[in-house]
């Protein structure tokens, strides 16, 4: 079985020193190269091209972003792995979006670094369970500011009102609040819920299990 040649980029000398020591260790792997900047790593993969490429995002002049981007045009073949301190969900996307394969953070395990190694090699994307967390997390959050959960109190209420067969003019009546204010409510309702008329706001009502 052929190894799997790595390039590390890293500008700390004993993170490239450990790695290449512990992926050296393994029968799989073998280290080609090691580098401390963006440009000595888009220079290397020129050269070598590495299956492998375990970048810092982190790196003075030319960063870990932007190695990646250049990488990917001139050694295409070569998969690149983001690795960082940085565990905020935007460093996650936009490394992936640039082309980028996987991502760990260093705070990941060896066994986590080797299997992403693997993964990556075989073609597969891979994403640390550090990251996966904070990513599902967001995704939570973000799930919850959408939908019925996007709405405030008072269009939650007219919404209720509106189910219930009010007319704009009843509700302005029952919420002592103007005509006008109420069709503007109603217009910003269908538009945050995507929706075209009151008939299909209540029928998102009525499946939603809301209660309203």
Same mark, same amino acid.
């Given at each position: 079985?052929?190894k799997?040649?790595?390039?590390?980029?890293d500008d700390h000398?004993?993170?490239?020193e450990?790695?290449?020591?512990?992926?050296?260790s393994?029968s799989r792997?073998i280290?080609a190269d090691?580098?401390a900047?963006?440009?000595?790593?888009?220079?290397?993969?020129?050269e070598?091209r590495?299956?492998?490429?375990l970048?810092?995002?982190?790196?003075?002049e030319m &960063?870990g972003?932007d190695?990646? /981007?250049?990488i990917r045009k001139?050694?295409?073949?070569? !998969?690149i792995?983001? $690795?960082?301190m @940085?565990?905020?969900?935007?460093?996650?996307k936009?490394?992936m979006?640039l082309?980028?394969m996987?991502?760990?953070?260093?705070?990941?395990?060896v066994?986590?670094?080797v299997?992403?190694i693997?993964?990556?090699?075989?073609?597969n994307?891979y994403?640390?369970?550090?990251?996966?967390v904070i990513?599902?997390?967001q995704?939570l959050v973000?799930n919850?500011?959408?939908?019925?959960?996007?709405?405030?109190?008072?269009?939650?209420?007219?919404?209720?009102?509106?189910? &219930?067969g009010?007319?704009?003019k /009843?509700i302005?009546?029952?919420?002592?609040?103007s005509? !006008?204010?109420?069709? $503007?409510?109603r @217009?910003?309702i269908?538009?945050k819920?995507?929706?075209?008329?009151?008939a299909s706001?209540?029928?998102?009502v009525?499946?939603?299990?809301?209660g309203?």
């Amino acid at each position: 079985m052929e190894k799997i040649t790595i390039l590390i980029a890293d500008d700390h000398k004993l993170i490239r020193e450990t790695w290449s020591f512990i992926l050296n260790s393994d029968s799989r792997f073998i280290v080609a190269d090691q580098c401390a900047s963006g440009e000595e790593a888009v220079r290397l993969c020129k050269e070598k091209r590495p299956d492998v490429v375990l970048m810092d995002i982190n790196m003075s002049e030319m &960063n870990g972003i932007d190695a990646t /981007e250049q990488i990917r045009k001139h050694s295409p073949l070569s !998969k690149i792995i983001a $690795v960082s301190m @940085h565990n905020q969900p935007a460093y996650v996307k936009k490394m992936m979006r640039l082309g980028a394969m996987g991502y760990i953070t260093k705070n990941s395990p060896v066994e986590e670094l080797v299997n992403a190694i693997i993964q990556v090699y075989g073609g597969n994307k891979y994403i640390c369970e550090e990251m996966k967390v904070i990513l599902s997390d967001q995704a939570l959050v973000e799930n919850e500011k959408q939908g019925l959960n996007s709405l405030s109190e008072r269009e939650i209420e007219i919404v209720g009102h509106i189910k &219930n067969g009010l007319s704009s003019k /009843e509700i302005s009546g029952k919420l002592d609040i103007s005509l !006008k204010t109420v069709e $503007v409510h109603r @217009h910003n309702i269908l538009k945050k819920l995507n929706l075209k008329n009151s008939a299909s706001l209540v029928n998102l009502v009525n499946t939603s299990g809301l209660g309203l």
